[in-house]
């Protein structure tokens, strides 16, 4: 009989095996000499892998094996990391240890724990060098991956309008972004991930738990679907305000969404090129974008508007879901909200949310840390405090918002504190930085500016 692990005692997290046959992946880990804990992705109607890509199919399943790891891990956090498949190359080991430190720097800050120094992937010593991959010729079709929210709808129009292939991708089980990517009209493909039961159970027994950063995990999916049905390119819709720390802590950033960042859009997008083939792109649509040019260019896309949802308590495994879409009490309820006011009738705002969120005092403590005001921007999928002043500072103009609760409140006791021309909205609404769109999808670009 196996004892129950007490996985904040585990010296060891093993990544065991990782195999495929006939559409299911299957990701093995175990801390100790535990139980395996089985993750599994299902690819529907999955094509046999063809000998030209058998390389980057392997190539890809590999890494989405170690980036998958990042869940199971953040249970124990323990001192040495195993490889049954031997040491990583250099360009891998630093991908990953880049991915593990970072995007686990939210869960290690709320958790009091420091893992500078503590994440160690075993190394081959293999030169990374800047060697490509094969090129596959992959067919001309971009992978869209939707998310639910405004985002991603945001980037498929752009690739509709310029008559781009495409399909709407989705991981997971989510009714939500299923009637999204259907609404689309694009073809759809969804990819199931089931992460392994015995996670709930270590959660149960006390193991270390916060934020992951899915996103990773959500791409390296998606780059194991690119090779395995033929696609060129898989097109994010991560904002430039993605790149933003949340906050700095003892000399690191912390930064909710760094796996939505540019930092690791590079990252991921160069080990492809000289992982698994030449000719798959990775990037985000909406790099050079703020929060605000994406609400802007939302604004403007009705028919999305009775489906969609930024409210990421729908996207619960486990628990209740809000009942209408918007639970009109999260960060990213709060900040959607403000961010589309601007450039929306205030009735058709009202409609899409079912309530009016700036006139909830209840709402007050939520819209001063999106405004970075007294406290940190929260944990959450926002833009940044300079862009949600410059959106609530805009709506204290304007005489059908100012009476409400939360924008009086800012015009009275905010606003007087701030420096009115650091507050304009038109800055926020332009490109600017760099992005990592292929040439092929470059005029989707213009297309949302
Ligand atoms: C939906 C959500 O926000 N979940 C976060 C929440 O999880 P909670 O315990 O309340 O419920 P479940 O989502 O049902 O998860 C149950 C447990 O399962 C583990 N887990 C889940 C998914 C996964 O990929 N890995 C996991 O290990 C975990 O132990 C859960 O407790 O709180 C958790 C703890 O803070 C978060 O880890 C859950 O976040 C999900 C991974 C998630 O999908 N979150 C996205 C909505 C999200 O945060 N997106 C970011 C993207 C940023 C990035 O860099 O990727 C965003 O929108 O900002
Ligand atoms: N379940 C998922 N499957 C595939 N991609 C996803 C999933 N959830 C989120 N994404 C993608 O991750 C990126 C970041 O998600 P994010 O939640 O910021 O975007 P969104 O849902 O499109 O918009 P919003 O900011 O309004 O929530 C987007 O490109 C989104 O499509």
Known sequence: MTHPIQPRLTQVFRFVRCTYAHGVAELVYAFD??????????????????????????????????????SYYKA?????????????????????????????????????????????????????????????HLPERTLVPIGGGKDSLVAVEAIKHIGGQATAVWVGNSPLIATCAERTGLPTLNIQRELAPGLFELNRLGAWNGHIPVTAVNSAVLAV?????????????????????????????VNHQWSKGYAFERL?????????AADLHYCSLLRPYSELAITRAFAKLTPYFDVFSSCNRN????????????????????????????????????????????????QTAGFDALLEYHDHKPFECVGEGAEARAAMYALSQRPEWQ??????????EILPQLDVAELALEPWLKPAGDHRVPERLQPALAAIG
Request: hydrophobic content about 45%; proline content about 7%; some cysteine.
């Open 33 to 70: 000499h535990g139980e395996e804990l089985i993750e599994r992705v299902r690819f529907p109607a999955a094509p046999a892998v063809t000998a030209e890509r058998k390389h980057a199919f392997e190539a890809a399943l590999k890494l989405l094996h170690l980036i998958a790891g990042i």
């Open 76 to 136: 124990g956090v323990p001192p040495k990391i195993e490889l049954s498949n031997g040491p990583l190359d250099d360009a891998t080991a630093d991908l990953l240890e880049a991915l593990y430190l970072h995007g686990l720097a939210e869960f290690a800050y709320r958790n009091g724990l420091d893992l500078r120094g503590r994440i160690a992937f075993p190394r081959s010593g293999e030169p990374s060098g800047m060697v490509k991959a094969a090129t596959l």
């Open 225 to 253: 679907a690119a090779i395995l049905y033929g696609y060129d390119s898989i097109a994010f819709a991560n904002e430039r305000s993605a790149s933003a720390a949340t906050l700095e802590y003892d000399g690191q950033q």
């Open 268 to 276: 991921l997008g160069d080990w492809l090129h000289t992982h698994v």
């Open 315 to 362: 996207f619960k495994i486990l628990g209740p879901k809000p009942a209408d879409r918007w639970c009109g009490e999260c960060p990213k309820c709060h900040f959607v909200f403000l961010a589309l006011a601007p450039f929306l009738p205030k009735p058709r705002l009202l409609a899409i949310f079912g309530r009016n969120v700036l006139d909830d005092e209840a």
């Open 403 to 412: 009476e409400d609760a939360i924008v009086a409140r800012f015009r009275s």
